[in-house]
C-alpha cells in the first residue's frame, strides 16, 4: 500500500512523513498476526469461558487497525466544495465505530460470565491425542496464548509512540487495544489452570476480568470519540491535557506589536486542527491585510498540525477564549 506522505493538503515534515509509512506497515503486521492468532485460539478454545472471551476480543482487535487504515486513505483526499474541511473528521467517525463495537461486545460477554458464575457451569475440559500421545487439552491452550503475548507488547509500544507522533487517536486507541490483548491472553491462562486445579470459578472469573476490560475500553473510546465529535477543546493525542498548540498561537499572537490581546478556539480536526483566532488590536493600530497574512503564516509555521487558522480582528474576545473583562482589555488597548 503506497501513501503519500500527507493529510489531506497538510504536506507532512519528514519525521512525520516516516512515522506514517511505519504506522501503515505494523497495522498491516497486525492484521497479519491478528489472523493467525485468531485461527489459532479457535482451534483450541474447547468450552472454556475465558478462551471465548479472549478469542472473541481478539476478533475485536481487527476494528481499530482496519479503522486506522481506512481513515487514513479518506485523510488523504483533498478538500472539495462538498468538503471544505476535508475528510479529517473520517478518524473521528472510525473512532466512534470502534468504541461502540467495544462496548457492545464486552457488555455481551460480562453477562455470559456472570451467568456462568451464577449457574456454576463446570467447563470440561478433553483432551487430544497428539502424535500418539493424549494431551490435556488445557495445556494446548495455555501454550496458545502464551504465543500471542509477545507481539501485541511490541506492537502497543511501538503504536503509542506513532500515535504521539501523528496525533491519531485511532492509533492510540489500538495501542491500548493491544495492551488489553496480552491481559487478556495471561487471564485465559489463569483461567485455564484454573480449570486443571479443579477451580472451575476461576474460568468464569478470568472471562469476567477480559470482559471488563473490554468495556471499559469501549468507554473510554465513545467518550474520546464523542468529545471530538462536538468540537471540545484540543486535546493531545491521549486526551490527558488541552494541547499546546492553542497556548503557543495566543502567545505568538500577543507578542506581536499591534495586538493587545488575543485568544483562539481550536478544534481537533482528526490530525490536524482547525483554528480560529481573535486578535483585539490595539488602539490606532488596526491591522493591514499583510500583517494579518503575516501573522497567519508564522502560525501556521509553528506546528505542522496547525492546518487551517482564521484570524479575525475583534473589540472585545469572547468569553469562552478568555474574554469578558473589558476594564482588562481597555487597559491594554492604551
Not at 491425542?129 to 500471542?148: H, K, N, P, S
Not at 503509542?160 to 495471561?186: F, G, I, S
Not at 469578558?324 to 488597548?333: L, M, T, W
Request: aromatic content about 8%; proline content about 5%; hydrophobic content about 50%.
Amino acid at each position: 500500500m503506497k501513501t503519500e506522505p500527507r493529510f489531506g493538503r497538510t504536506e507532512l515534515p519528514e519525521p512525520q512523513a516516516k512515522a506514517l509509512r511505519r504506522a501503515i506497515r505494523i497495522e498491516w503486521a497486525t492484521l497479519a498476526f491478528l489472523a493467525v492468532a485468531i485461527t489459532m485460539v479457535y482451534l483450541v478454545m474447547g468450552s472454556s469461558q475465558a478462551m471465548k472471551a479472549a478469542w472473541i476480543e481478539d476478533m475485536l482487535s481487527l476494528a481499530p487497525p482496519f479503522a486506522f487504515l481506512l481513515a487514513v486513505r479518506l485523510v488523504n483526499k483533498k478538500p472539495t466544495p462538498k468538503y471544505p474541511y476535508g475528510w479529517h473528521r473520517s478518524v473521528g467517525v472510525a473512532h466512534l465505530v470502534a468504541g461502540v463495537a467495544l462496548f457492545t461486545m464486552g457488555a455481551f460477554l460480562i453477562y455470559d460470565s456472570v451467568s456462568g458464575l451464577i449457574t456454576a457451569e463446570h467447563p470440561p475440559v478433553g483432551s487430544v491425542v497428539l502424535f500418539g500421545q493424549t494431551v490435556w487439552l488445557g495445556w494446548l491452550m495455555m501454550i496458545a496464548m502464551a504465543l500471542t503475548i509477545p507481539l501485541p507488547i511490541y506492537f502497543g509500544r511501538v503504536k503509542m509512540q506513532l500515535a504521539k507522533e501523528l496525533h491519531d487517536k485511532v492509533l492510540y486507541a489500538d495501542a491500548d487495544m493491544n495492551k488489553a490483548d496480552w491481559m487478556t491472553a495471561a487471564g485465559s491462562i489463569v483461567g485455564v489452570a484454573g480449570i486443571g486445579l479443579g477451580l472451575w470459578w476461576m474460568d468464569s472469573a478470568a472471562a469476567l476480568f477480559i470482559a471488563a476490560s473490554i468495556l471499559w475500553d469501549g468507554i473510554k473510546n465513545i467518550r474520546a470519540a464523542i468529545t471530538d465529535l462536538m468540537d471540545t477543546r484540543a486535546t493531545t493525542f491521549d486526551d490527558g491535557k488541552p494541547h499546546p498548540d492553542a497556548a503557543k498561537i495566543d502567545d505568538h499572537l500577543r507578542s506581536l506589536t499591534w495586538v493587545a490581546e488575543a485568544g483562539s478556539r481550536v478544534r481537533d480536526q482528526g490530525h490536524v486542527f482547525h483554528v480560529e483566532s481573535f486578535v483585539v488590536p490595539r488602539r490606532g493600530m488596526m491591522p493591514t491585510l499583510d500583517q494579518l497574512l503575516d501573522a497567519r503564516d508564522a502560525c501556521i509555521e509553528l506546528d505542522w498540525k496547525i492546518q487551517d487558522i482564521v484570524i479575525v480582528p475583534i473589540d472585545e474576545l469572547p468569553e469562552e477564549v478568555g474574554g469578558g473583562d473589558r476594564s482588562r482589555q481597555s487597559e491594554r488597548n492604551r
